[in-house]
């Protein structure tokens, strides 16, 4: 199997994060992932690995987790979704993504397995199962594996993680997890096995006893072990004051914006130390967060206009951009780019990203079938008060992104937003005319 055809043959089986999950062959289950990776001689269990879990902030402190790991020598394999642009984003080794020819040559090992499974997996599974079997070629000495939906029953959890990191909890994917903040964080809570160390970073007690209640042997708690003294904009990012059951941490530069992004790198330092079980020398800490990227996560891709990419897909992703933009960048006239997948209430996402307030709006349409039609999203524009002039409809987002750019004025801001779908078209199309950012699996 050469590449092209190990990526046409994942694109064949059913993707849940591209049909929407009421297209899910079976009810949630395990079995079908359990008995890929048996079939693959359980690579899960030939190395230790860090468990994430969480509403927002997975991906960002997944991978300065997996940087402060390699920044310790350790060989250390990353698993993370969605991708921006290509597949091989979501499997790395020590900071670097899966090559095509390891990428074609573990997916055709799965390939090879399927047929004795009772059920189809899907694609999710087989990638996780690709991505397990990758960490246990190379030996990694630990993994860093971010859950895709939920945890009870998200395929990453046939593994066995010594640390359960969790971010926070806050309503999303309603369809599948449900519409309370407390059924969200039960389903969320399944990832933490007995005996493993938790850092959590969750703080309502209401939803946090979900996870006490796993039964884990330690339990570090986000504000009383571990957390942020200190916080403030610096030139390109934060310099953040950090602290850890061991030490603190002053003067730690972050190359990120955001104010959030604080607290996902003291979730990621405390799940660091939790996994070596010694704290970090400070110096390796600096260097290891220098080097920290989060590609479509408030990531400048062009200056006159200011252009902005980030993938807020919830409200309270959304209402986390807002903040970001107050602080961090000078008041101007804001054009926002949005598309948003069905599931997702159009009203409450302009909201939480005061819309209204804005220069104007261009609705298109993310490159997923579970896009909304962006017709719809600008009925819910104008219902909210702006002004049919303020609303333009746009369905590609190249196209869409372009006509902002070029109904703005110099001084003003592009932002880009609504779905990590919408992100990453932007993304790619900015890039390929010349844009700033690096690749995002460079």
């Given at each position: 199997m050469n590449i092209d055809e190990a990526r046409g043959w994942l694109d064949d089986h059913v993707n849940l994060e591209q049909a929407g999950l009421g297209t899910s062959p079976a009810p949630p289950t395990l079995e079908r992932m359990q008995a890929v990776v048996e079939l693959l001689?359980?690579?899960?269990?030939?190395?230790?690995?860090?468990?994430?879990?969480?509403?927002?902030?997975?991906?960002?402190?997944?991978?300065?987790?997996?940087?402060?790991?390699?920044?310790?020598?350790?060989?250390?394999?990353?698993?993370?979704?969605?991708?921006?642009?290509?597949?091989?984003?979501?499997?790395?080794?020590?900071?670097?993504?899966?090559?095509?020819?390891?990428?074609?040559?573990?997916?055709?090992?799965?390939?090879?397995?399927?047929?004795?499974?009772?059920?189809?997996?899907?694609?999710?599974?087989?990638?996780?199962a690709a991505a397990l079997s990758w960490f246990a070629d190379l030996a990694v000495q630990v993994a860093v594996v971010e859950v895709g939906l939920g945890g009870r029953w998200d395929a990453t959890n046939v593994i066995d993680g010594e640390v359960a990191v969790v971010t926070n909890v806050s309503i999303d994917h309603v369809e599948y997890l449900g519409s309370s903040a407390e059924g969200i964080a039960a389903e969320k809570a399944g990832i933490v096995k007995p005996g493993a160390v938790l850092v959590l970073g969750e703080t309502d007690p209401m939803l946090s006893r979900y996870f006490l209640d796993r039964g884990a042997a330690e339990v570090w708690r986000r504000g009383a072990d571990f957390g942020v003294r200190g916080n403030r904009m610096a030139h390109g990012g934060r310099v953040m004051e950090l602290f850890t059951p061991g030490r603190d941490y002053p003067e730690v530069f972050l190359p990120l914006h955001g104010r959030h992004q604080a607290e996902?790198?003291?979730?990621?330092?405390?799940?660091?130390?939790?996994?070596?079980?010694?704290?970090?020398?400070?110096?390796?800490?600096?260097?290891?967060?220098?080097?920290?990227?989060?590609?479509?996560?408030?990531?400048?891709?062009?200056?006159?206009?200011?252009?902005?990419?980030?993938?807020?897909?919830?409200?309270?992703?959304?209402?986390?951009?807002?903040?970001?933009?107050?602080?961090?960048?000078?008041?101007?006239?804001?054009?926002?780019?949005?598309?948003?997948?069905?599931?997702?209430?159009?009203?409450?996402?302009?909201?939480?990203?005061?819309?209204?307030?804005?220069?104007?709006?261009?609705?298109?349409?993310?490159?997923?079938?579970?896009?909304?039609?962006?017709?719809?999203?600008?009925?819910?524009?104008?219902?909210?008060?702006?002004?049919?002039?303020?609303?333009?409809?746009?369905?590609?987002?190249?196209?869409?992104?372009?006509?902002?750019?070029?109904?703005?004025?110099?001084d003003g801001q592009v932002v880009v937003t609504g779905s990590l779908y919408v992100a990453g078209a932007a993304r790619a199309a900015l890039r390929a005319r010349g844009g700033e950012a690096p690749s995002a699996h460079e």
């Open positions: 001689g359980s690579p899960q269990l030939e190395f230790p690995s860090v468990h994430l879990t969480g509403t927002n902030g997975k991906s960002s402190t997944a991978r300065m987790l997996s940087a402060l790991l390699t920044a310790t020598d350790l060989s250390v394999g990353s698993y993370t979704s969605p991708h921006l642009e290509r597949v091989n984003e979501r499997l790395a080794w020590c900071g670097a993504p899966i090559s095509d020819e390891a990428l074609a040559e573990t997916l055709a090992r799965v390939a090879l397995v399927e047929a004795h499974v009772p059920e189809r997996p899907t694609y999710f599974e087989i990638l996780t996902n790198a003291a979730l990621a330092l405390a799940g660091a130390e939790a996994v070596l079980g010694r704290v970090l020398p400070d110096e390796l800490v600096r260097e290891a967060f220098t080097s920290v990227t989060s590609p479509g996560r408030l990531e400048v891709l062009g200056h006159q206009p200011l252009v902005l990419l980030d993938g807020a897909h919830n409200v309270a992703g959304a209402q986390a951009l807002l903040v970001a933009l107050a602080e961090e960048f000078a008041p101007a006239p804001r054009t926002l780019v949005v598309g948003l997948l069905r599931e997702k209430s159009p009203h409450e996402m302009l909201e939480a990203l005061d819309a209204p307030h804005g220069e104007s709006i261009v609705c298109t349409r993310p490159p997923s079938p579970r896009a909304l039609d962006p017709l719809h999203l600008a009925e819910a524009a104008r219902e909210l008060g702006l002004a049919s002039d303020r609303v333009a409809v746009v369905d590609d987002v190249d196209d869409a992104v372009q006509h902002a750019i070029g109904t703005s004025d110099p």
